[in-house]
């Protein structure tokens, strides 16, 4: 425990700078209005944050304060896929467990079926369920495009589970009216921004490892985290913009491809 309390004191820059604090604060504003844009809908305000907001709040500012991003300083106690998922979606899972809504199974399999197979791959590629080892690209063939596709179908499941209206903090039901923006809360907007970054480690591997010729590893630490930021927010845009069939064709094939190179990598380990 004292270890613990010790290396939080040291690392009061990730809570309050970066990746925590005042920039996930901005990055979020930024990815609700880029994801408003690209999806033609008029983005609602954040309410003020009051005392009965602080538990959506705090679950994914956790998460993006431990994100292994550089330049931030390292921090001892990195978060795994499964911990940091269940951050993210704490206050839609506490709705759920509460039974204040109605839960839709095929919905939810739907949103989150492909999203939980991206994890799956990417925690299979690099035997490991923690957040830090996305950063690194395996060497097989096999494991390397089990990553690469794995990421590819986080990212392409998450226009579904943040655009959903349902998603939204007070959810929805049959016959309601008009559906909310469902980025409108500051909590909502820093778990889309957890997910958009979880997904974006591993293209940052891939970039890291390419940009080793050219870049030291402080100027890769300082200038591939927004550069690949910027290249994970146009798929998302591009992706909202496609016709909703292309949207489905799209997921199915990054679903099928990741069977196949889970199947493969599991044959290549068995023989």
């Known amino acids: 425990m004292i270890e613990l309390l010790a290396a939080l004191g040291q690392a009061w820059p990730r809570l309050l700078l970066y990746p925590g604090g005042l920039f996930a604060l901005g990055a979020s504003w930024m990815l609700c209005r880029w994801l408003a844009w690209v999806s033609r809908q008029r983005p609602a305000c954040a309410g003020p944050v009051t005392l009965a907001s602080l538990p959506g709040l ?15 300083r ?6 795994d896929l499964v911990v940091a998922l269940g951050l993210l979606e704490w206050p839609y899972l506490r709705r759920g467990i509460a ?3 109605k839960v839709d199974r095929m919905l939810l ?5 492909p999203l939980l197979l991206a ?3 990417m925690a299979e590629a690099n035997a490991s369920l923690g957040l830090s080892n996305l950063l690194t690209v395996p060497e097989a063939p096999v494991a390397r495009g089990l990553l690469l596709a794995s990421a590819l179908l986080w990212l392409a499941s998450l226009p579904q589970i943040l655009m959903n209206p349902c998603a939204a903090e007070g959810g929805c039901s049959a016959g309601d009216g008009p559906k909310e923006w469902p980025l409108a809360s500051l909590a909502a907007r820093l778990r889309a921004l957890g997910l958009v970054l979880i997904g974006m480690l591993a293209l940052l591997g891939f970039a890291s490892v390419h940009s080793e010729p050219w870049l030291t590893a402080t100027q890769a630490g300082w200038l591939l985290p927004p550069l690949v930021g910027v290249v994970t927010a146009l ?6 913009r496609m016709a909703p069939w292309l949207q489905r064709f799209y997921v199915g094939l990054l679903v099928v491809l990741v069977v196949v190179l889970l199947v493969s990598k599991s044959v290549a380990w068995l023989v």
Not at 64 to 71: E, Q, V, W
Not at 74 to 79: A, E, K, V
């Open 58 to 72: 705090l679950p994914p500012m956790i998460v993006l304060a431990l994100m292994p991003l550089a330049p931030a």
């Open 235 to 240: 798929l998302l845009g591009v992706q909202l």
């Open 119 to 121: 994890g799956g791959g």
């Open 99 to 101: 039974g204040s809504e």
């Open 74 to 79: 390292g921090f001892p106690y990195g978060l």
């Open 109 to 113: 399999l739907r949103m989150y079926g």
